[in-house]
């Protein structure tokens, strides 16, 4: 059968029924419909904005989300896209700009950040690139200035900033230099002018207690 509920009731498990339910805003455009069985979501499902555009798509089996989960903007476009298994996010995570460009592309396994990571510009230009294990950060995490020289390049060991740190300014002279040991600052950080030339040199202990700081 076919189902009307009241606007803003998005629980289809509060509907022990089997059909197609369908739910209303105030003025009585669709803001959700889709299939159920036994009173749980089933197959597609469509949410819309209030002025009558496509909100999101998800999918579900028995009432889980299992399949492929897509949001838009109002324009039509879609902003974010993903895939679902027993309720979990599996595989890559995209999202988009309005213009239709992919702002970023990340991967999951088992609800866990797993692989790597790309984050971009709005003109397509790689803007950071990570690594997840088990949802933690791990390895080499590089940024780039939308002109392409690279802005940053860092380690990650189990998601704690660890080894050495690089920074660089857009006119690819070098900004920071210094080291990390689980998510500590040790060791000597130098910080330099834009000419390269040195300004000030900050000194940590193998605690991360900062023992001194000159400025030049």
Do not use: C
């Not at 089996?61 to 027993?86: I, L, Q």
């Not at 990340?106 to 790309?118: A, F, I, L, P, V």
């Not at 510009?121 to 791990?138: P, S, T």
């Amino acid at each position: 059968g076919n189902f009307i509920a009241s606007v803003g009731d998005f629980t289809a498990d509060d509907v022990n029924q089997t059909g197609h339910i369908t739910y209303l805003f105030n003025n009585g455009k669709i803001t959700a419909e889709g299939n159920v069985v036994d009173g749980k979501r089933e197959g597609e499902w469509n949410f819309y904005h209030e002025k009558g555009g496509l909100d999101e798509t998800d999918h579900y089996v028995n009432g889980v989300e299992n399949g492929t989960f897509t949001f838009y903007y109002e324009s039509g476009k879609p902003s974010s896209t993903f895939n679902a298994k027993d309720g979990k996010l599996n595989g890559p995570v995209t999202h988009f700009y309005p213009t239709g460009a992919v702002s970023s592309i990340t991967n999951y396994t088992d609800g866990e950040r797993n692989g790597e990571g790309k984050f971009y510009y709005q003109n397509g230009q790689l803007q950071q690139k990570n690594k997840y294990v088990n949802d933690k950060q791990e390895g080499v995490d590089t940024v780039w200035f939308e002109n392409g020289n690279i802005k940053s390049i860092g380690y990650y060991k189990g998601d704690l900033a660890d080894g050495e740190y690089f920074e660089w300014f857009s006119n690819g002279k070098q900004n920071v230099h210094g080291n990390y040991l689980m998510g500590k600052m040790i060791g000597t950080w130098t910080y330099n002018y834009q000419s390269g030339k040195l300004y000030q040199q900050d000194v940590y202990d193998e605690n991360g207690k900062q023992t001194s700081s000159n400025q030049y």
